[in-house]
Each structure stands twice: as structure tokens, then as C-alpha cells.
């Protein structure tokens, strides 16, 4: 698999733009989270390391890594959009408290073999997936 700055660059190329350094650091900024996060959060993050970066191109960035297939949205509330980084790593499902806001991942072969199944019957070929559960955790009941 080829690694994701040639990945970007190939992708931005098809669209004549460029792989400037802004793009560059905001892809390992993201790389290195290796987690769900919030633009804002990935902002703050590469501000303490120095980096200069302007809210616009972070969010057109953000945008174009989407539409590379290389990261994707996972909403977890309506206050703000929450990405994770996908290209190249195996599915990451998610059950998530409403109450809380808490995350879990989790993985889990049998959904990754109903998936298959599921595009198998459509004649479709799987490439991933992202299966989120909505509950109350613990903590969620304990605050009502």
C-alpha cells in the first residue's frame, strides 16, 4: 500500500493543485492522532507545535483528504463534525454514549463478515465500513 502523503499527492495532482508544506502538516498532524478528532482539536494540537496554519486551509484540507478517501466523518454529536483517519486501516466501530458523549471502538469480525456478505448479494466488492451504536453508557444512567 502506498504511503498516504503519495496518496494525497497523486489525488491532488488529478485536480492540478499542489502538495504545499500547509497540506503536508496538517495530513501528519492526523496521522499521528490516529483517532477521532475535531478540527478545532487538531488545530489547537499543531499550533503548540508550531506549526502556522490558517483555519481556511485546514478546513479545505480536511475536505479534500475526505474526498481522497483518506479520512472520513464520524459524527458522534451535533455540536461539532469528528473525522478519522481510514485509508489503510482496518474498520474501527464505534457505540457511543448520548448521554456522555463517550466513545468506545471496538472491532468485530462477525460485522465485517456481514458486510461482505451484504456486498457479495449486491455484487459489490467491500473495501470497509463504519458501524456506529448509539446507547447509554454507565456513567450516562448514573448522571440521569
Request: charge should be positive; proline fraction near 4%.
Amino acid at each position: 500500500m502506498a504511503p498516504l502523503c503519495a496518496v494525497f499527492r497523486r489525488y491532488l495532482k488529478s485536480l492540478n493543485l499542489k502538495y504545499t508544506p500547509e497540506r503536508a502538516d496538517i495530513l501528519e498532524a492526523i496521522i499521528e492522532h490516529d483517532r477521532i478528532f475535531e478540527v478545532e482539536e487538531l488545530m489547537a494540537d499543531m499550533i503548540r507545535r508550531g506549526a502556522r496554519v490558517s483555519k481556511a486551509t485546514v478546513y479545505r484540507t480536511i475536505k479534500l483528504l475526505q474526498d481522497a478517501g483518506i479520512i472520513t466523518p464520524a459524527l458522534f454529536d451535533s455540536k461539532q463534525a469528528h473525522y478519522q483517519l481510514v485509508y489503510g486501516k482496518a474498520p474501527r466501530d464505534s457505540m457511543v454514549c448520548v448521554k456522555t458523549g463517550r466513545h468506545v471502538e471496538f472491532t468485530d469480525d462477525e460485522l465485517a463478515a456481514v458486510r461482505d456478505r451484504i456486498c457479495r448479494a449486491h455484487g459489490w466488492d467491500p473495501v470497509g465500513h463504519r458501524f456506529q451504536i448509539y446507547a447509554i453508557s454507565p456513567e450516562g444512567r448514573a448522571a440521569e
